[in-house]
C-alpha cells in the first residue's frame, strides 16, 4: 500500500463517501488510489465547487467533505469555498496535491506557499510528509469535527503519494465536543429567564449541530417561549409550531425587528453572528446567550449573561427546569405570523414571484427539499413558510 492508499484507507474508514475536485498531474496519484479503493471521484468543473459540494456533503453527513486540487491555481481557486466552510462551520478536508518534495519553496512554475493561502481560512494546515501521513490525517480529522467543526487543509507532495506506506490506517477520530457549561451559569441563566415577563428566543445555526434535535423543541415547549430563527436554522422547530415567528433578517426584516424589539429578554439559542450581528436588530433588549461560543457583538449590545458550553447539555439542562410562564398576550404568536406572512404577499397585479413560491410550496411533500438561485426573490423563499 503507498500513502494515497493509505489517505483513501483511513478516509473511507472516516465515514467520508465522496471526494470532489478536478485532476491534474500531481492529483493523478490520489485518484487512482481513490479508485481502486472504491472512494467514488466527482469530477466538477471548478475547484471552487467542489469545495462547495464538499461543504455540503460535510454539513449533511457529520463526517468531512472532502475536495481535492492541483497546486498553484487549483489551490486558489478551491479557497472561495474552503472560506465558506470556514465561515459556516462546516468539518472539511481540503486536499492540495503538490510538487515532489525536493522541489518545494522554489520559485517553479505554479508553485505557491500553500500554507500561507490556506492559513487564514481553516481550522490548521498540515503537511503531509513520508512517515507522517497517518498520524496527519488523524490529526486532520480531529481538528474538522471539533467543535466547532470546519475545514483543515493537508498538502500532499506526489512524492510522497506515490511512495510505500510505513503507518497502518489509524483509529477513526472522534472530534471533541465542548465541556458542558458550569452548573452556576446555567443556574444564572433560569434566574433571568425566569424575571423575564416577554421573552423571546432566536434560534441560530449553533442549533443544526445538536447531537439530539428534539431538545431544541422541549425547552420551546416547556417554557411557552415564543421563537424566532435565522435562515440557517429554519425548520429546526417546525415553523408550522403554534410559537413560530418566522425567520429573520430576510425579507420584510423591520416587521420581524418590531416584535424583537417589544421583547424584554432575547434568548440566543445556538446563534452564531456568523449569519447576522445582533446589533443589526436587537435593539437595547438584553441578551441571555446560550451557546458553544462567548458572543461576539457591538459594545451596544447589552449582554445580561452568557451560557458557554456544550450545547445539547445546556438545552437539556433548560428542558427539565421548572416551566416558565411567559406573560405575552395568548393571540401574540399567531396575529404576529398572519402579519408577517401578509407583508411577505403585498397585492400585485398578475401572477407575482410570492405567488409562485407559494405554488411550489404547496405541492412540494412536508418534508421535501426546494434548491435556488440567487435574486430579490430567495428573501421571500428564506422568510415564507
Known amino acids: 500500500m503507498n500513502n494515497a492508499e ?120 498540515l503537511a503531509l510528509r513520508e512517515g507522517r501521513v497517518a498520524s496527519m490525517l488523524a490529526e486532520a480529522l480531529e481538528i474538522a469535527l471539533s467543535e466547532p467543526p470546519g ?20 483509529a477513526t477520530p472522534v ?30 445555526s449553533s442549533a443544526m449541530r445538536l447531537r439530539n434535535p428534539d431538545v431544541l423543541q422541549s425547552v420551546i415547549d ?10 440557517m436554522a429554519k425548520g429546526m422547530v417546525p415553523e408550522d409550531h403554534p410559537l413560530s415567528l418566522g425567520c429573520i433578517e430576510r425579507a420584510r426584516r423591520q416587521v420581524q425587528r418590531e416584535l424583537l424589539r417589544s421583547a424584554d429578554l432575547v434568548v440566543g439559542l445556538g446563534y452564531d453572528v456568523v449569519e447576522v450581528e445582533y446589533e443589526a436588530w436587537i435593539g437595547k433588549v438584553p441578551l441571555l446567550s446560550i451557546d458553544v461560543d462567548p458572543v461576539d457583538a457591538d459594545r451596544s449590545v447589552t449582554i445580561a449573561h452568557e451560557v458557554i458550553g456544550d450545547l445539547d447539555a445546556s438545552l437539556e439542562w433548560l428542558a427539565q427546569r421548572p416551566a416558565l410562564r411567559p406573560e405575552w398576550p395568548a393571540t401574540m404568536t399567531a396575529q404576529h405570523r398572519d402579519r408577517f406572512h401578509r407583508s411577505l404577499r403585498p397585492t400585485s397585479a398578475g401572477f407575482a414571484p410570492h405567488h409562485a413560491i407559494d405554488v411550489v410550496r404547496e405541492v412540494l411533500p412536508r418534508d421535501g427539499i426546494l434548491a435556488f438561485d440567487v435574486g430579490a426573490h430567495t428573501h421571500q423563499i428564506d422568510a415564507s413558510r
Open 151 to 170: 475545514p483543515v487543509h493537508l498538502d500532499l507532495p506526489e512524492d510522497v503519494a506515490l511512495v510505500s506506506a510505513t503507518e497502518d490506517v489509524p
Open 222 to 231: 416547556r417554557h411557552r417561549l415564543p421563537f424566532a430563527s435565522t435562515t
Open 6 to 125: 493509505l489517505i483513501v484507507a483511513t478516509l473511507r474508514a472516516a465515514g467520508v463517501s465522496h471526494g470532489f475536485g478536478i485532476p491534474s498531474g500531481n492529483v493523478l496519484p490520489l485518484i487512482e488510489a481513490m479508485r481502486v479503493g472504491r472512494l467514488p471521484y466527482v469530477l466538477t468543473a471548478h475547484e471552487g465547487s467542489a469545495a462547495f459540494m464538499a461543504d455540503v456533503m460535510g454539513r449533511l453527513t457529520g463526517a468531512p467533505g472532502l475536495c481535492i486540487a492541483t497546486l498553484g491555481p487549483g489551490a486558489t481557486n478551491l479557497t472561495t469555498g474552503v472560506g465558506n466552510a470556514y465561515l459556516d462551520r462546516s468539518p472539511l478536508l481540503a486536499i492540495t496535491c503538490n510538487l515532489p518534495t525536493s522541489q518545494l519553496g522554489r520559485r517553479i512554475q505554479m508553485a505557491i506557499d500553500h500554507h500561507t493561502l490556506f492559513r487564514p481560512i481553516t481550522k490548521a494546515t
Open 175 to 204: 472530534g471533541r465536543r465542548r465541556h458542558p457549561a458550569p452548573e452556576t451559569s446555567l443556574r444564572r441563566a433560569a434566574e433571568i429567564l425566569g424575571a423575564a415577563r416577554r421573552p423571546v428566543a432566536v434560534v441560530g
